[in-house]
């Protein structure tokens, strides 16, 4: 009795599994590279119960970010403004700033009612990690690296991936955001905005030597062991230009503030 099924066949089994196996491979790199913070939150952007405008209060009013999120350099967590922050320049009172306006309503309601403003939460830190605000905050890091140009949103949404590696490639490097803490609530800072000889001074006011200072400069092995500003601040200009740039302040900070961010799991799996 002749085959039943054609020659074909006896590889079918074959092809299939290999075509199988490469089909559960693209599908595993794919979600691996497509299902992480990067392409499933950033530009997430929810609408609030309040029409906010942060491009508005924090970018033409200049409003400091602490004036609403008031405890973020003392707090773990950076708290969500209360009704009577709003009030206190939205109020009914005397002077007060377009008190009428139909996008307070539902403040006024909340102040009348003692009813918290249900505000959607845009960045979260997943429960399984810890992450502290004010050690940041009082470590030279600015609201602008994890949260974007806050300043330039007319509704707020995640600039960052705020990943496991995203967090890392800042603890490998932190100098590529540290500024001065007067700096870290400026939303358009740049390094190249400071003054050269006013940060190295603030530097030596605080107790900070003149060869520690030198040490971190490029070159800086070669001064005498007993350095003046007018010495560093020539070494600075002649190792990175004219204007100051991120990364020498970056070390500078890094090194004279002793930063040393963890990189084992511990630092945010407790």
């Not at 299939?16 to 992480?36: K, N, P, Q």
């Not at 609530?185 to 190295?200: E, G, K, P």
């Not at 200009?237 to 990189?263: C, D, I, M, R």
């Amino acid at each position: 009795m002749g085959n039943f099924f054609p020659r074909w066949t006896n590889w079918l089994v074959l092809k299939l599994a290999i075509a199988l196996f490469f089909i559960l491979v693209g599908v595993s790199l794919g979600v691996s590279y497509y299902f992480t913070p990067k392409y499933t939150r950033v530009g997430y952007e929810p609408t609030q119960p309040v029409p906010f405008s942060h491009k508005i209060h924090a970018g033409q009013l200049g409003l400091d970010c602490r004036y609403c999120h008031s405890f973020v350099e003392s707090s773990s967590h950076s708290n969500v403004p209360t009704n009577q922050t709003c009030f206190n320049c939205h109020g009914t009172g005397k002077g007060n700033i377009r008190s009428n306006s139909p996008k307070l309503e539902k403040v006024i309601q909340a102040e009348a009612t003692g009813t918290p403003i249900p505000w959607v939460k845009v960045h979260k830190v997943p429960d399984y990690a810890y992450f502290n605000h004010s050690v940041h905050v009082n470590r030279g890091v600015s609201c602008v690296s994890c949260h974007g140009k806050i300043n330039e949103m007319e509704v707020v949404r995640q600039a960052e991936p705020q990943s496991m590696g995203w967090c890392l490639d800042c603890h490998r490097n932190p100098e590529n955001n540290l500024r001065p803490l007067d700096q870290i609530t400026n939303l358009n800072y740049d390094a190249s905005q400071l003054d050269r000889a006013t940060f190295y001074k603030g530097l030596l006011d605080k107790g900070v030597k003149a060869e520690e200072i030198a040490a971190e400069i490029p070159g800086g092995g070669l001064l005498e062991k007993a350095p003046d500003l007018q010495q560093i601040l020539a070494l600075a200009e002649k190792t990175y230009g004219g204007a100051v740039a991120q990364q020498e302040v970056g070390l500078q900070l890094k090194k004279h503030w002793q930063v040393s961010p963890p990189e084992s799991c511990a630092a945010c799996h407790r």
